[in-house]
């Protein structure tokens, strides 16, 4: 990009450049050049004529050439909303999806408003799920566990940030930290993409180990399967989300370690 381009010409460019990797281009531009020059994107239609110095092309084509090459914009931005609130993100973690906002409501449902669950969240990452079920019922203690630091950092900014002081962090792997202890409700969504999945190459920006668990995708969820059922209370339920397509498998593998009443729900 050359140096005193206006605005409306900016964006233009760029959204150009953004065509192939992103599904809104334009609105990406927009996004990232308002960050750029640190304004809301209504500056960019109230004042198109502006012109960019040397040094804010310059920072415009850091963020421009990052997500050119296919970083989702939440890592650029450092944020992504998920359950209405704004979570802190990085690369260390999966950007939330709004599809696991289901897991969030189905989880909700279970839990009665003036209920004082102790509700365990396994592989948390952001902690999106987590910190969402907290801000919701705020009498639950909500316990998280990640096998990576980096992760846990994340999900500890969002944890004093947005939840209400009820969200306890374990690094560990899955069941490891909270081996004798007992919940009420545990909820999941593990790595479960098969390793030869072609959507893998669209998802590299993302940590691998938060995608994919084995061939068949599935390790994570039978080592769920398998050690969940021991720190559950009498009646507890466990939620996880999994492939479109291991709807069978998972059921199978569940009622394999003695699982019963076991459902599905589509997003
Ligand atoms: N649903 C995510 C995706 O395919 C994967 C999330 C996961 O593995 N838990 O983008």
Same mark, same amino acid.
């Given at each position: 990009?050359?140096?005193?381009?206006?605005?409306?010409a900016?964006?233009?460019?760029?959204?150009?450049?953004?065509?192939?990797?992103?599904?809104?281009?334009?609105?990406?531009?927009?996004?990232?050049?308002?960050?750029?020059?640190?304004?809301?994107?209504?500056?960019?239609?109230?004042?198109?004529?502006d012109?960019?110095?040397?040094?804010?092309?310059?920072?415009?084509?850091?963020?421009?050439?990052?997500?050119?090459?296919?970083?989702?914009?939440?890592?650029?931005?450092?944020?992504?909303?998920?359950?209405?609130?704004?979570?802190?993100?990085?690369?260390a973690?999966?950007?939330?999806?709004?599809?696991?906002?289901?897991?969030?409501? +189905?989880? &909700?449902? *279970?839990?009665?408003? =003036?209920?004082?669950?102790? %509700?365990?969240? /396994?592989?948390?990452?952001? $902690?999106?799920?987590?910190?969402?079920?907290?801000?919701?019922?705020?009498?639950?203690?909500?316990?998280?566990?990640?096998n990576?630091?980096?992760?846990?950092?994340?999900?500890?900014?969002?944890?004093?940030?947005?939840?209400?002081?009820?969200?306890?962090?374990?690094l560990?792997?899955?069941?490891e930290?909270?081996?004798?202890?007992?919940?009420n409700?545990?909820?999941?969504?593990?790595?479960y993409?098969?390793?030869?999945?072609?959507?893998?190459?669209?998802?590299?920006?993302?940590?691998?180990?938060?995608?994919?668990?084995?061939?068949?995708?599935?390790?994570?969820?039978?080592?769920?399967?398998?050690?969940?059922?021991?720190?559950?209370?009498?009646?507890? +339920?466990? &939620?996880? *989300?999994?492939?479109? =397509?291991?709807?069978?498998? %998972?059921?199978? /593998?569940?009622?394999?370690? $003695?699982?019963?009443?076991?459902?599905?729900h589509?997003d």
């Amino acid at each position: 990009m050359y140096c005193n381009v206006r605005l409306d010409a900016a964006i233009a460019i760029a959204t150009d450049r953004l065509r192939d990797v992103s599904e809104s281009p334009r609105l990406d531009a927009e996004i990232l050049l308002g960050r750029t020059i640190n304004m809301p994107r209504s500056y960019l239609f109230a004042h198109p004529e502006d012109e960019l110095d040397e040094l804010t092309v310059e920072r415009f084509e850091n963020v421009l050439g990052r997500r050119e090459a296919g970083v989702p914009m939440a890592y650029i931005m450092g944020i992504k909303e998920f359950w209405s609130q704004e979570f802190a993100v990085s690369p260390a973690v999966l950007v939330p999806r709004p599809e696991t906002e289901i897991l969030v409501s +189905l989880a &909700l449902c *279970e839990i009665p408003r =003036d209920a004082e669950w102790e %509700v365990l969240d /396994l592989g948390t990452g952001s $902690g999106a799920i987590a910190v969402s079920i907290a801000c919701e019922r705020p009498l639950c203690n909500v316990t998280a566990v990640d096998n990576s630091e980096d992760a846990l950092a994340v999900a500890a900014q969002n944890a004093r940030s947005l939840a209400p002081g009820n969200v306890t962090l374990e690094l560990g792997n899955w069941t490891e930290p909270v081996q004798d202890r007992v919940f009420n409700l545990i909820v999941s969504n593990p790595p479960y993409v098969r390793a030869d999945d072609a959507a893998l190459a669209s998802l590299r920006h993302e940590p691998r180990a938060a995608l994919t668990a084995g061939a068949d995708g599935l390790d994570a969820i039978r080592v769920l399967a398998a050690d969940c059922g021991n720190i559950l209370a009498d009646g507890g +339920l466990m &939620l996880i *989300e999994h492939g479109f =397509d291991q709807a069978g498998d %998972v059921a199978s /593998l569940l009622e394999s370690h $003695g699982w019963t009443g076991i459902c599905c729900h589509n997003d």
